[in-house]
C-alpha cells in the first residue's frame, strides 16, 4: 500500500481507534490514570503560554521595550525556534531518557532564561534568551503532548487540551495586557514553579505497543491485502508532521502580525485586542464542532473543507483590512486553527504509539511558527506590508490543503 493511502486509513480509522482503545487497555496504561493526564494537561498548557499570547507579548515588546515590528518577528521566531529545537531533542531522547528528568531539564532553562530576561532588554540579549527559554519549553511541552498521546484515547485527549487551551488563552490575553515586561516573565516563571512538585507523577514508560495491537478491532487498522493487517509504516506519523509544520506557518504569520496589522490599517489597538480576546472564546466552538463531526463523519472531507475556510480567512486581509473583515477573520481563524489541530495531533497519535513522533509535534508547531514570523519579518523589511504577509498565510494554509487533497485521491483511486 503507498505511504498516501496508509496515512488516510490512519486518519479515517482514528474514531474507530479511539473508541475501541486501540491503545493499552485503560488498567495498564499509566497515562491513562487521572494524575498523570491533569499534569501533562496543565503542562501543556503552561508550554504553549507565549504561544498563545503572542499578539500581546508582541504588543508588549514594542510598547514597553522600543522594539520595531521586524525585531518583534525574530524575537518572537527564536522563542518558537527554541520550541522546535527542545522538541526534536525530545523526540530523539524520550525511548532512552527518563521523562521526568527532561522535564526538570526544561522547566530549569525557562526559569533561568525568564529571570534574565528581567535584567536585560536590549535586542540582542533578549533574542538570544528567548531562544534558550523556548528551548526549556520545548523540553517541556514535548513531554506534556507525549503523555497526552500515551492515552488510550488520545483523539479525546487532545480535544480536551485543545479546550483547556482556549480557556487559558482567553485569560492569558485578558492578563498579560495589564502587567509590565517583568511582569510577563514572572508569570511564565510562576506557571513553571508551580509544576515542580508533580513532576513525579509522570510516568516513565512508554504504553504497551503489544497490548495495543493485541486489543485492537480489526477496523482500527489500515487493511493491506484480503484479510492482512500489520502495524503501519512510520512513514504515517511522519507525513502528518510535515503538514502540521506547514499548517503552523499560516497560524505563526498570523497570530503574531494580526494585532499590528489591524493598527497599521487604522484600526484602534486597544479595540483590536479586545475582539481578538474575545474571538478566542470561539475555539470553544470548534472544539465541540470536532467532536460532533468526529462522531459522525470520517476525516477527509471535513478536514479538506476546514482549510478551505481557513485559506478565505487569511487571504481576505490581502485584500483589504476593514473593522469588518478583522472582525470576521479573527473569529473564523479561532474557530477553524482548533478544528484542524484535533484532527492533525489525533492523526499523528494514532499513527504513531511509541511516543516519537508525538513528541515532535511541539517541535513541528515550533518550526512552522517560527518559519511564520521570520517571513513575515522578512517581507516587512522588504516594505511588501501586511498584505503580503496575509497572502503567505493563505499560501500555508493552501500548501496544507493540497498536501490532504493528493492523500485523499490517492486513497479513493487506491479503494478503487
Known amino acids: 500500500m503507498p505511504p498516501a493511502r496508509y496515512l488516510l486509513a490512519s486518519l479515517r480509522s482514528e474514531r474507530y481507534v479511539t473508541d475501541s482503545s486501540i491503545a493499552?487497555?485503560?488498567?495498564?496504561?499509566?497515562?491513562?490514570?487521572?494524575g498523570p493526564f491533569l499534569l501533562s494537561l496543565f503542562m501543556t498548557l503552561v508550554g504553549y503560554s507565549v504561544l498563545v499570547a503572542l499578539?500581546?507579548?508582541?504588543?508588549?515588546?514594542?510598547?514597553?521595550?522600543?522594539f520595531s515590528e521586524v525585531e518583534v518577528n525574530r524575537v518572537a521566531s527564536a522563542d518558537l525556534l527554541g520550541l522546535f529545537i527542545g522538541a526534536v531533542l525530545t523526540s530523539a531522547l524520550i525511548s532512552r531518557w527518563s521523562r521526568q528528568r527532561l522535564t526538570y531539564l526544561g522547566i530549569a532553562l525557562a526559569i533561568i532564561a525568564n529571570a534574565l530576561c528581567t535584567q536585560y532588554v536590549d535586542y540582542?540579549?533578549?533574542l538570544a534568551l528567548r531562544l534558550i527559554a523556548g528551548l526549556g519549553s520545548g523540553f517541556y511541552t514535548a513531554v506534556a503532548v507525549a503523555g497526552l498521546g500515551a492515552h488510550s484515547k488520545p483523539r479525546e485527549a487532545f480535544n480536551w487540551m485543545l479546550l483547556a487551551f482556549a480557556i487559558s488563552q482567553f485569560l492569558e490575553l485578558q492578563l498579560i495586557p495589564h502587567l509590565s515586561m517583568n511582569g510577563i516573565y514572572v508569570f511564565f516563571i510562576a506557571t513553571y514553579v508551580v509544576t515542580l512538585p508533580f513532576v513525579g507523577m509522570i510516568p516513565n514508560t512508554s504504553p504497551s505497543i503489544e497490548s495495543a495491537e493485541?486489543?485492537?478491532?480489526?477496523?482500527?487498522a489500515p487493511q493491506i491485502a484480503d484479510g492482512e493487517t500489520k502495524e503501519p509504516p512510520s512513514m504515517l506519523a511522519w507525513v502528518g508532521i510535515a503538514a502540521i509544520v506547514i499548517a503552523y506557518v499560516n497560524i505563526g504569520a498570523y497570530w503574531s502580525n494580526i494585532e499590528l496589522a489591524a493598527e497599521s490599517a487604522g484600526l484602534d489597538g486597544d479595540w483590536a485586542a479586545q475582539i481578538i480576546a474575545w474571538c478566542v472564546l470561539l475555539s470553544f466552538v470548534g472544539c465541540f464542532t470536532a467532536m460532533w463531526v468526529l462522531k459522525r463523519f470520517d476525516y477527509d472531507k471535513p478536514l479538506l473543507f476546514t482549510f478551505v475556510l481557513m485559506v478565505v480567512a487569511v487571504g481576505l486581509l490581502a485584500v483589504q483590512v476593514t473593522a469588518a473583515l478583522f472582525v470576521f477573520s479573527v473569529a473564523m481563524f479561532n474557530f477553524l486553527w482548533i478544528f484542524i489541530d484535533v484532527y492533525q495531533m489525533g492523526g499523528v497519535s494514532v499513527a504513531d504509539r511509541s511516543g516519537s513522533a508525538v513528541a515532535f509535534i511541539p517541535g513541528a508547531q515550533g518550526l512552522g511558527q517560527t518559519m511564520g514570523p521570520f517571513a513575515a519579518s522578512v517581507m516587512?523589511?522588504?516594505?511588501?506590508?501586511f498584505d503580503g504577509v496575509f497572502i503567505l498565510c493563505a499560501i500555508a494554509s493552501a500548501a496544507a490543503l493540497l498536501i490532504y487533497m493528493f492523500i485523499y485521491l490517492k486513497f479513493r483511486h487506491a479503494a478503487n
Open 55 to 66: 499578539p500581546a507579548i508582541n504588543g508588549a515588546w514594542v510598547d514597553q521595550l522600543g
Open 124 to 126: 540582542e540579549t533578549t
Open 214 to 220: 493485541a486489543t485492537s478491532s480489526p477496523a482500527a
Open 380 to 385: 516587512l523589511d522588504l516594505g511588501w506590508g
Open 24 to 34: 493499552t487497555p485503560p488498567h495498564t496504561n499509566p497515562f491513562d490514570a487521572r
